[in-house]
């Protein structure tokens, strides 16, 4: 019998508009016409605005749309309005903050990011992201790894994230590079078509009986902006499945496979359960935490180790692989040596 940790025992993908060529860019003194193409289709208006009226704050984006200033083939719109191929978006003139110069990445995070990429076609790029990078720019980060991507990559006119990964973890993250890719792969994620398995170390001896957590998941902003995820009642259903892989001296080593795909969930699951991730500051121990750091565990010990999902072209499901980063190595061994 699986024993179950349970809470009864204690929580778009932005598509860079395509201007058609009677376009001029957006914001200035004269109202602007752009039509939508494939790569915009099924983008939702507001989205679509934010990308093309760079600088303007989302509040004044929904301003315009609710009074009727943004128009798509002549109509007013709300912004939940997905667009078509063919659409005549309407853009009033709106004053648009200067853009900083574009951040490029340094030559070292070029080259770390070439070589991350563990599998690639014409439609989709699959990396091993490094720990400690960011998948996307915004919260005082200026780049991230699709922005990196799309500097290295100037040729490619898509590329978008199909998930995200937390800054910390490092390991496989999918990258679509046309557009129908991004609507399949995110339908796979919507009909669960899409596994993930992660592998972490954790605080203490996991229990083999314990083979997942079911908890529900709210997360919260504190005052400062930053993000928490609590376990509540009120929460979204949550379920993360554990296997124990090995055990150390007071540390172990697990296999995480998450159900659904909630913020932190597998970190916060984790902690719920008594068993917190090494070098996790926003959930784990401090003082361990801080211990370990002789043992090279300087970043968050979770690793997106194995995707599985079958592709548009394949008959059978690929499993794409994505080996431990040098840091996670180091963590491990580390742990290893203090059985002798």
């Keep these: 019998m699986i024993d179950k940790v349970t809470a009864s025992d204690a929580s778009n993908s932005s598509e860079k508009p395509n201007v058609s060529p009677q376009s001029t860019s957006p914001g200035g003194s004269k109202v602007k016409f752009v039509t939508v193409t494939e790569n915009n289709e099924s983008q939702r208006i507001d989205n679509f605005l934010l990308l093309t009226l760079k600088g303007v704050p989302k509040s004044k ?105 937390d800054r910390d973890t490092s390991g496989c993250l999918l990258i679509a590079k046309k557009r129908p890719m991004l609507k399949y792969l995110h339908q796979c994620l919507r009909e669960d078509t899409m596994k993930k398995i992660y592998h972490t170390v954790v605080v203490g001896k996991w229990p083999s009986h314990v083979r997942e957590v079911n908890a529900p998941l709210q997360k919260n902003e504190l005052k400062s902006g930053e993000r928490v995820v609590t376990v509540t009642k009120e929460g979204k259903p949550s379920l993360t499945k554990f296997r124990l892989i090995e055990r150390y001296k007071g540390y172990t080593l697990v296999e995480a496979s998450p159900i659904t795909g909630r913020t932190h969930q597998i970190r916060v699951h984790a902690a ?69």
Excluded: C, W
């Design 61 to 165: 984006i929904y301003r315009i749309i609710r009074k009727g200033e943004v128009r798509v083939n002549k109509g007013r719109v709300k912004p939940e309005y997905k667009l078509a191929v063919g659409d005549v978006v309407r853009v009033p003139p709106v004053s648009v903050r200067e853009e900083s110069a574009t951040v490029k990445p340094s030559d070292k995070i070029a080259s770390l990011l070439q070589q991350s990429v563990i599998f690639e076609n014409s439609e989709l790029l699959v990396i091993n992201k490094p720990s400690g990078l960011a998948v996307h720019g915004g919260s005082g980060i200026n780049l991230g790894v699709i922005e990196a991507f799309r500097a290295i990559r100037p040729e490619e006119k898509f590329l978008e994230l199909v998930h995200r990964l």
């Design 272 to 340: 719920f359960a008594g068993y917190p991730i090494l070098g996790d500051e926003k959930y784990g121990v401090d003082d361990l935490n801080k211990n370990m750091k002789k043992f090279g565990a300087r970043r968050l010990m979770l690793h997106a180790a194995e995707l599985t999902v079958k592709l548009p072209s394949e008959r059978k499901a690929t499993v794409f692989k994505a080996p431990y980063e040098a840091s996670f190595d180091r963590v491990v061994d580390g742990l290893k040596a203090l059985e002798k």
